[in-house]
């Protein structure tokens, strides 16, 4: 307050001086300095003056007010010049810090770099250098700071050096070559050169900068990483990438004549992980890797060509016998145990062998055959080998082909159901049918699916195809009893193992009952001899339902011996069915070892309580032998060898 009644006596004291407005001009320039700037300011106190001032006379009034606006202004300019040098020095200082602050980040990276670093003026003379620098000539800064960069090149490459030097000059922004630098003990570096031109501000060349990396050791790195990529590392062998790699070129213009590819496949090897942990796996892998070496060290090469696999190729072999010494010679080693603490853990493999000629050949065919040979070795029993066999190629071809198109047949309706017919040994009455599936293949003819049972499982069509021969054999037997009513014979058709697993068993029989309107009772399923042992107890509670809501369950025993009874146990059964040396055995003139256990079996059998079927019976000797021991009914070429359409058994029971 006390600042603006002083402005305002020195603005009166202006109007009534002797002319004078110079203390007008300060007040202007006052305002300015002490924070009233606004425009505002300025507007109301020129409003004031004039009122205050208007009886001095307009001359007068008009010159305090003049000089008011001149200080005001001048004060303005003083303080934006102000300003603007400030702001000039900020930027300056902002700048100069920016360029500190960027010369200690070149400077840290200069020195910690690992790439040897060096900076030369435009004679080549080295003014810095890194540490990296000094370790890999071996000198100190104080050798190397001063000297001619020019001096450290192998006198061989200073040529390339120049040329380089000398388009860098011609306006080229960087240059990169390989040469050779000198240490200071003599011995020559082989280096890659990254050389690049700083000019000054007048675009004249003022630094070198040069970036130098070893060779020898990017070349050892490459070296390194090269055979980790192509050796497996737990057992020191090449990998399937380098195996591939040998079998490729082998198979070329200038490969051998012949080769041979055995591929050893550790059986169960799971089983050892498992009971021992993966480090004992692994011990037991480089057991098997040393002896697989010792076998075909000089004779073949060896490789790890799969977790539990290994491969082996051997150029120009002498004969095929010979390859099967070696496979068998490394047989016989790995099943020596490998001691861990108390334990003596020994391996079985599954060997394929492949020898033939190679010219012309292809990589990938090779390795298909030799890996459905070691195929055919597992299911040969495992821990023996195969040889390759073409023939049984192609036979295996045309059933894999098949099998993969079960899909298709079932769309365009190829499958049909046929039925054997079981007779009742005492008055020959129609007991029951039994289902068979057939498969009308377009290009192959009738075809038994049964054949094609363990590949199809392995597509997942066994499934499919079972679902589809429930439903339609249900359907003509529903029919079957829509009009024959209790005279219809009981539908009997097989499960297998695979059907069991499937989760939706019951709902699949139950849907098929309910839509064809068989009774339950009229279904029959016959299990296989070993299907109990391979079912867990929620597929037996599957089992036992069906047999609860009046399905018919009948153990198939093919073999003699006697039935289990700890499988009878498990399974809700509802008859036993023989077939084989039990019914065979009773034939005119079989031997009397072979009949007397097919009377023991069959006469233990009838304590079970259960009634008895046979099938296969050929003659009526068998027939009535069986009778005597109480099976109740019989199938087989006795009978007739034709399966009857579902039409021919409608004919069988309108006449019956």
């Given at each position: 307050?006390?600042?603006?009644?002083?402005?305002?006596?020195?603005?009166?004291?202006?109007?009534?001086?002797?002319?004078?407005?110079?203390?007008?001009?300060?007040?202007?320039?006052?305002l300015?300095?002490?924070?009233?700037?606004?425009?505002?300011?300025v507007?109301?106190?020129?409003a004031?003056?004039?009122?205050?001032?208007?009886?001095?006379?307009?001359?007068?009034?008009?010159a305090?007010l003049?000089?008011l606006a001149?200080?005001?202004?001048?004060?303005?300019?003083?303080?934006?010049?102000?300003?603007g040098?400030?702001h000039?020095?900020?930027t300056?200082?902002?700048?100069?810090?920016?360029?500190?602050?960027?010369?200690?980040?070149?400077?840290?990276?200069?020195?910690?770099?690992?790439?040897?670093?060096?900076?030369?003026?435009?004679?080549?003379?080295?003014?810095?250098?890194?540490?990296?620098?000094?370790?890999?000539?071996?000198?100190?800064?104080?050798?190397?700071?001063g000297?001619?960069?020019?001096?450290?090149?192998?006198?061989?490459?200073?040529?390339?050096?120049?040329?380089?030097?000398?388009?860098l000059?011609?306006g080229?922004?960087?240059?990169?070559?390989?040469?050779?630098?000198?240490?200071?003990?003599?011995?020559?570096?082989?280096?890659?050169?990254?050389?690049?031109?700083?000019?000054?501000?007048?675009?004249?060349p003022?630094?070198?900068?040069?970036?130098?990396?070893?060779?020898?050791?990017?070349?050892?790195?490459?070296?390194?990483?090269?055979?980790?990529?192509?050796?497996?590392?737990?057992t020191?062998?090449?990998?399937?990438?380098?195996f591939?790699?040998?079998?490729?070129?082998?198979?070329?213009?200038?490969?051998?004549?012949?080769?041979?590819?055995?591929?050893?496949?550790?059986?169960?090897?799971?089983?050892?992980?498992d009971?021992?942990?993966h480090?004992?796996?692994?011990?037991i892998?480089?057991?098997?890797?040393?002896?697989?070496?010792?076998?075909?060290?000089?004779?073949?090469?060896?490789?790890?060509?799969?977790?539990d696999?290994?491969?082996?190729?051997?150029?120009?072999?002498?004969?095929?016998?010979?390859?099967v010494?070696?496979?068998?010679?490394?047989?016989?080693?790995?099943?020596?145990?490998?001691?861990?603490?108390?334990?003596g853990i020994?391996?079985t493999?599954?060997?394929?062998?492949?020898?033939?000629?190679?010219?012309?050949?292809?990589?990938?065919e090779?390795?298909?055959?030799?890996?459905?040979?070691?195929?055919?070795a597992?299911?040969?029993?495992?821990?023996?080998?195969?040889?390759?066999?073409k023939?049984?190629?192609?036979?295996?071809?045309?059933?894999?082909r098949?099998?993969?198109?079960?899909?298709g047949?079932?769309?365009?309706?190829?499958f049909?159901?046929?039925?054997?017919?079981?007779?009742?040994?005492?008055?020959g009455?129609?007991?029951?049918?039994?289902?068979?599936?057939?498969?009308?293949h377009?290009t192959?003819?009738?075809l038994?699916?049964?054949?094609l049972?363990?590949?199809?499982?392995?597509?997942?069509?066994?499934?499919?195809?079972?679902?589809?021969?429930?439903?339609?054999?249900?359907?003509?037997a529903?029919r079957?009893?829509?009009?024959?009513?209790?005279?219809?014979?009981?539908?009997?058709?097989d499960l297998?193992?695979r059907?069991?697993?499937e989760p939706?068993?019951?709902a699949?029989?139950?849907?098929?009952?309910?839509?064809?309107?068989?009774?339950?009772?009229?279904?029959?399923?016959?299990?296989?001899?070993?299907?109990?042992?391979?079912?867990?107890?929620?597929?037996?509670?599957?089992?036992?339902?069906?047999a609860e809501?009046?399905?018919?369950?009948?153990?198939?025993?093919?073999?003699?011996?006697?039935v289990?009874?700890?499988?009878?146990?498990?399974?809700p059964l509802?008859?036993?069915k023989?077939?084989?040396?039990?019914?065979?055995?009773?034939?005119d003139?079989?031997?009397?070892?072979?009949?007397?256990?097919a009377?023991?079996?069959?006469?233990?059998?009838?304590?079970?309580?259960?009634?008895?079927?046979?099938?296969?019976?050929?003659?009526?000797?068998?027939?009535?032998r069986?009778?005597?021991?109480?099976?109740?009914?019989?199938?087989?070429?006795?009978?007739?060898?034709?399966?009857?359409?579902a039409?021919?058994?409608h004919?069988?029971?309108?006449?019956?």
């Open positions: 307050m006390d600042l603006l009644t002083g402005f305002t006596d020195d603005l009166r004291a202006a109007a009534r001086d002797d002319g004078s407005a110079a203390r007008a001009h300060h007040v202007g320039r006052d300015v300095e002490h924070g009233f700037a606004e425009p505002e300011v507007e109301r106190t020129l004031l003056v004039g009122e205050e001032l208007s009886g001095d006379g307009p001359g007068r009034v008009a305090v003049a000089a001149t200080g005001f202004t001048e004060g303005l300019r003083r303080t934006l010049d102000e300003h040098r400030d000039e020095l900020q300056t200082r902002s700048t100069e810090s920016a360029v500190r602050t960027s010369e200690a980040k070149f400077r840290a990276v200069f020195q910690t770099s690992a790439l040897a670093i060096a900076v030369s003026d435009i004679r080549g003379v080295i003014l810095d250098c890194n540490d990296a620098m000094l370790a890999l000539l071996d000198h100190t800064s104080e050798e190397l700071v000297s001619l960069g020019r001096d450290l090149v192998h006198p061989d490459e200073r040529e390339v050096i120049d040329r380089a030097a000398q388009r000059q011609a080229v922004e960087h240059v990169r070559v390989e040469t050779r630098l000198v240490r200071s003990d003599g011995e020559a570096v082989a280096v890659l050169v990254a050389l690049a031109l700083l000019r000054d501000d007048d675009g004249e003022a630094f070198y900068v040069t970036m130098i990396e070893s060779l020898d050791e990017v070349r050892a790195l490459q070296s390194q990483l090269l055979r980790q990529s192509l050796h497996d590392l737990q020191g062998l090449a990998n399937r990438a380098q591939v790699g040998w079998l490729e070129g082998a198979v070329g213009a200038r490969g051998p004549e012949t080769l041979a590819l055995v591929v050893f496949d550790l059986d169960g090897f799971r089983v050892v992980n009971a021992f942990g480090d004992v796996g692994n011990r892998l480089t057991a098997v890797a040393g002896h697989l070496r010792s076998v075909f060290d000089g004779v073949g090469q060896l490789a790890r060509i799969g977790p696999e290994f491969g082996v190729l051997i150029r120009d072999p002498a004969d095929v016998a010979s390859v010494d070696l496979a068998e010679w490394a047989v016989e080693l790995l099943a020596e145990p490998v001691w861990v603490g108390e334990d020994g391996v493999a599954s060997v394929g062998i492949v020898v033939q000629p190679v010219r012309g050949a292809d990589a990938a090779l390795l298909r055959r030799v890996d459905l040979t070691v195929r055919w597992k299911d040969d029993g495992k821990a023996q080998w195969a040889l390759y066999d023939e049984r190629d192609r036979r295996e071809r045309t059933r894999m098949l099998a993969a198109s079960i899909a047949g079932l769309e365009q309706d190829e049909q159901v046929l039925y054997e017919p079981v007779h009742a040994l005492d008055d009455s129609l007991l029951a049918v039994e289902a068979r599936v057939r498969w009308d377009p192959e003819g009738v038994d699916p049964q054949a049972l363990s590949l199809s499982t392995c597509t997942g069509m066994a499934a499919r195809l079972g679902r589809w021969a429930i439903a339609r054999a249900c359907a003509d529903g079957w009893h829509a009009e024959f009513g209790d005279a219809t014979p009981v539908l009997s058709m297998t193992a059907q069991c697993q939706e068993l019951v699949t029989v139950r849907q098929a009952l309910r839509e064809t309107g068989l009774p339950a009772p009229k279904l029959q399923f016959e299990l296989g001899e070993q299907l109990p042992a391979l079912i867990n107890e929620d597929q037996v509670e599957e089992l036992s339902y069906l809501h009046g399905v018919r369950l009948v153990l198939d025993q093919v073999g003699g011996g006697n289990p009874i700890d499988r009878l146990r498990r399974i509802s008859a036993v023989f077939q084989g040396s039990p019914v065979h055995g009773l034939a003139g079989a031997d009397p070892l072979s009949e007397s256990a009377v023991g079996l069959l006469t233990w059998s009838r304590t079970l309580g259960l009634p008895l079927y046979a099938a296969g019976v050929r003659t009526e000797v068998e027939a009535r069986l009778a005597e021991l109480g099976v109740a009914g019989a199938q087989g070429p006795l009978f007739g060898t034709s399966l009857l359409t039409d021919e058994v004919r069988i029971l309108g006449k019956s």
